[in-house]
């Protein structure tokens, strides 16, 4: 585990600074307005620990019942507007917290939004949860202890301090002393508390985590028998948290009692060395009753500074998650002059395009096809080969590191990102459906769409028929990522989304490999009327696709092998010849004339 090594303190205070600067300064007047008032309550403190000392001395001298009666109203008087003013100070300081809990959680996911592919798979989105729900929290709460700590706390301990030492500087002296011994103490405990509750928030993490995948995952994990191995992660994830919780159990509360003994020890040793004074040396009882009244009361503020670098370490620990994603730049987006991709024919390009997803791995190397409008061109070849990375940089989910990808003459890395994407339907093999209705689901394809236009194109993607079997129809909530239905129906939903967007260009990823043949045949006469007069791009597994298309493309260790329609590549030598027979069997080959061996 790190120690707090100085470059730890310097990161510490400059995040500290920065949340300052950037939260602080947009509520400049809440907090003030909260600093005032808590400042008020601090004086009232300090004056009412003040005014002890003419109340004891004038009961001790037997002053008129009056004067006493009056002071019992302003110590009464007091203490209610403290109560009033701090009142108002913490119902402003959650009100500006909660306000920036927001503001954090909106900044934060506007910017996981605008974050490229690439982040999304680098991370597991649990990490993200845990971000906007627990990290926002800690921002607020840091800010809350700073400002509580620097106006109340600070100054109701400088307020009671000077009431001591106006009574009797040597005691006064003499009980700060114990102040650096109990500063020491907490200090080392403070330190077992972060790091165990470090290590405890990664085990929440983790809790999510397994939670989330066990979910998702619920039929993997009951078909393989797989509950007891969850069983088993989820039981190590719990015991690091139960053990971490349990270490900061310890600290917190060994921390009372240790500086409850301190202060004890403190408090006797003034009341020994009053007592003696005002008996042998004849002070005056009044000053020394204020005096214990004081050190009493800077007793829970004392304590609050000393557990306030603990509030921060978490502050900053949510901070740095924070920052982490704000300070990585937003990769999703346009130059804002990038004009608007505008489309006639719809003509896709690929010109030498390289592609690698880690530094030194190519994934692609020197990629160009063609894609005619009103044509089908099919991208077909062994897993693994690159074809659905050349379907992610047609969206620009990533950017190629050289050569250019080309609609109608317009190099789509200097478009308009979202008018790019607009003119596109993409539909993939793992069909992803939002939680809500089919309604919903096929709306997702466009913002302005009436129902008619929904129906219309849930009757193009032969999904009308099953939609309106279910008795609630299109208002039957397809279930969490859709699981309330079958493959093929999710499938012919995604295609009615796409049809609804009735974009000229159509991206397919396997659309119909997870299928059965019977459903596959209905999606793959959904597919053929949403390809009609449009560019489609399809990787293709199925004999049918794939014989059907106008251009074929062999896409082989991240290059373009072969490529001509079906009937001349399979009558060459070649990948092409060879991963057909593999996929469909000889049979399907016509015999073409072989070379005479020699
Ligand atoms: N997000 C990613 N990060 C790193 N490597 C990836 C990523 N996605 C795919 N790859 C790699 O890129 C290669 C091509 O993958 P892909 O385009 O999915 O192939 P295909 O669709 O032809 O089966 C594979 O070797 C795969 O391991
Ligand atoms: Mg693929």
Known sequence: MTSDTSQDRATSVSILRRLVQEHGRDHVWAYAGAAVLLTLAAGATALSAYLLKPVVNGMVAGTDFKQLRMLAWVVAGLFTARGIVTFLSILI????????????????????????????????STEFMTRLSYAAGTVRDTLQALIL??????????????????????????????????GYVLGKLIGRIR???????????????????????????????????????????????????????????LSGPVSDALAGIAIGAVIFYGSWRISIGGADPGSFFSFIAALLLAYDPAKRLAKLKLDIQNGVTGAQLIYSILDRPARETSAADSPALKLSGGRVELDGVTFSYRPGEKVLDG????????????????????????????????????????????????????????????VS?????????????????????????????????????????????????????GAQLSGGQKQRIA??????????????????????SESERIVQQALDALREGRTTIVVAHRLQTIVKADRIFVIQDGGVVQSGKHADLVAQEGTYRTYFSSQFGENTVPIAPRPAAG
């Open 495 to 516: 295609i009615a989304r796409a049809m609804l967007k009735n974009a000229p260009i159509i991206l397919l990823d396997e659309p119909t490999a997870a299928l059965d």
């Open 93 to 124: 300081l959650a009100r500006t917290g909660n306000r920036i809990v927001a503001n954090v959680q909106r900044r934060l996911f506007d910017h996981l939004v605008r974050q490229d592919m690439q982040f999304f798979h680098e991370h597991h």
């Open 367 to 426: 990629v160009s096809l063609v894609a005619e409008p009103n044509q089908t061109t099919a991208l077909v070849g062994p897993s693994g080969g690159g074809k659905s990375t050349i379907i992610g940089l047609l969206q620009r989910f990533y950017v190629p590191h050289s050569g250019t990808i080309a609609m109608d003459g317009q190099d789509i890395a200097k478009v308009d990102l979202q008018s790019l994407r607009g003119q596109i339907a993409f």
């Open 195 to 253: 790091r165990s509750a470090r290590r405890s928030y990664d085990g929440a993490g983790q809790i999510m985590q397994i939670m989330q995948e066990t979910v998702l995952g619920s039929r993997i994990v009951k078909s393989f028998n797989l509950e007891d191995q969850m069983r088993k992660r989820m039981n190590g994830a719990v015991r690091i948290v139960e053990k971490a919780s349990n270490r900061v159990a310890a600290s917190v509360a």
């Open 149 to 182: 700590c620097f106006s109340r706390d600070m100054l109701t301990l400088i307020g009671l301090i000077a009431v001591m030492f106006f009574h009797d500087p040597l005691l006064a002296g003499m009980s700060l002393v114990f102040l650096p011994v109990g």
């Open 429 to 481: 093999q793992d069909v992803f459906l939002f939680d809500g209705t089919i309604r919903e689901n096929i709306a997702f394809g466009r913002q302005d769409a009436s129902d008619e236009d929904i129906i219309a194109a849930a009757q193009h993607a032969y999904a009308h028929e099953f939609i309106t079997r279910f008795s609630k129809g299109y208002d039957t909530s397809v279930g969490e990522s």
